[in-house]
């Protein structure tokens, strides 16, 4: 049984944009929900939004039932009649096992909610808090059941963001934070632990210092907005430059958290430009004016952010509060290494996660960007954490001395147009690295894929090849701009060149790994099904869209896709254009294992070190003897088996797998 088991209807009180959206994920996942605010007006709009958005993941063909049947399951409540707590409330609250309040951020508006939760709900009913600004413990301390008390800490919007913070109060029980755990891998979602309630948690504390910092960079006439967001995007590989983000997503909503971090204890100076943006009302997108300016209020378009402004821009002194941040949290037992670096990946999207760019940027240039920075500013909140400076006392500077948070193997890059080779020996890694077009298959990839393949086959040092994506992606496909105006004749050949290569990928005299970190869709799916296994992030969704454009898959979709989940499961991926998620291509057997983000790159290395120290020869051999034998009759495939398996006893690596079996040691194969 499942700690969760008994939680079978839930009350999320308060309807706005985090309510409802909550409310949404829970009915979702089977739940009965009581959907709680103060009037009708506002509970049927917010039923209007929940159904929207129900329509629209329908349309993408992500539900397993129908709108109208989850919709069923959300009962509106009116909780509050002429300044008191109705019947109706109190009746939905005492048949609740678990209660989550998303209502305005006011300490006496919680504590009011709380103390009545805790007269009306059952003894075992859970009572979390959605809250990102308020202490858990000063909500909890108004009831009999503290040790009952969490917080569950949601990102907007509730249903398509995959992070959820939940934070054990000064009392919460060990117990109930595994049960909310739980509750949200129920959701769907990946919940992190925050050990100790400390103001802003993981997300907001990392976010506050990297904003606060780029911010810093302008105000102090280092950069401009458009440097600093180019370096950011273009270098670093966030998904938006820092002041692009804070118009998209509100200047005076950062603006308002930041300042409940600091006034309940966290010591970080505000950026002077974005209390001026906030005093002016210049709160980006939804007024037309932020750190960019837009056509209109609430009228989005991307700013022009070039690629090349960001060249000169210190990315070490950027991103070195963010990461003094991060050790700190890591130092004081506030949340683990994983939890932190997923936390920025799913709650950021980050395509890395923080400490990952601390070992590369190097913990001693860190550690002296934030040395220089106080110097400069006198701000003690620069001054370096303990946790930095024992670990270059240490000679741990991260990726270049093979030891920082991680341990690292010596590493030779060598960086295509569109690819990047990671010679991690005996690994080699390919990224594909387009990450702006979210690695789409143009021609000049397709050949400098083909062209690496090649080189690496002679390469005896390398034994495993692994494929994977630039960014939060593996491949959104085929280069859709590369059609436009394309001819019919150079269309097939276009499809046919891409065979090639992903034939070649499938026959490679060395076993291949597609580490699918994101979107595998398309030509990206179509790449992947030619490698020999797909581990795959929990975030990856795949599909074969082309169907959506008027086309159908053109390297191999149609042929692997039906070898891979049979018959109808792929005509039905191919028919509809239809993404599934990782969980789902698991069990229909398109991926082999699925993996959380952070986890990602150690599985698929722990796995290619394995695969390099069997036989090489036999395991080009096996691998021929599968595939060549799947396209033909058993008695060719067998007869391909035995030669192949007396071919193998002309090698020495079976004299040396023989002799280390009755020597009782590890063999060395050399592939000869
Ligand atoms: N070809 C060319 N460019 C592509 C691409 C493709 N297959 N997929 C994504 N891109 C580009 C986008 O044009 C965009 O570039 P821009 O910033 O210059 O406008 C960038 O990559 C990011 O994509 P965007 O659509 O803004 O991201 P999203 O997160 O909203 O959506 C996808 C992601 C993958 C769902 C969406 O990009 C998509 O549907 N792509 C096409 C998939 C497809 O049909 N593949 C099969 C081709 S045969």
Known sequence: MTSTEYIKTITVVGAGTMGHGIAEVAALSGFKVYLADISTDILSNALGKIKWSLSKLSEKGQLR??????????IPVVNIENGQYTKEFASAISQSDFVIEAIPERIDLKQQLFRFLDENAPQHAILATNTSSLPISEIAAVTKRPEKVVGMHFFNPPPLMPLVEIIKGDKTDDEVVKTVYDLAKKFGKQPVVVKKDVPGFIVNRILGRFLNEACWMVARGKASVTEVDSAVKYRLGFPMGAFELADYSGIDVFHLVFIAMVQ????????????????????????????YEYPAPGKYVRPNIPKEAGEKVDIVALMAPAINEAAWLLENDIATMEDIDKAVMLGLGWPKGVFEYADELGIDSVVNALKKLKEETGLEEYEPNALLTRMVQEGKLGRKSGRGFREYRPVEEIAKKTLLIRLEKPIAWIVLNRPDKYNAINYELLKELSDTLDELELNNEIRVIVITGAGRVFSAGADVSSFVGITPVKAAIFSRKFQEVNLKIEYYTKPVIAALNGYTLGGGLEIAMSTDFRIASETAMLGQPEIKLGIIPGAGGTQRLARLIGISKAKQLIFTGEYIPAGEALKLGLVDKVVPPERLEDEVRTFALKLSEMPPLAIMLAKYAVNYGLESNIWTGLALESSSFGLLFSTEDVAEGVSAFFEKRKPKFKGQ
């Open 65 to 74: 039932e129908s709108v109208d049947n989850i919709m069923s399951r959300i």
């Open 264 to 291: 309940r204890g966290m010591k970080m100076t505000g950026c002077p430009l974005f209390k001026e943006k906030f005093d002016k009302k210049e709160y980006g997108m939804k007024t037309g004016k932020g750190f």
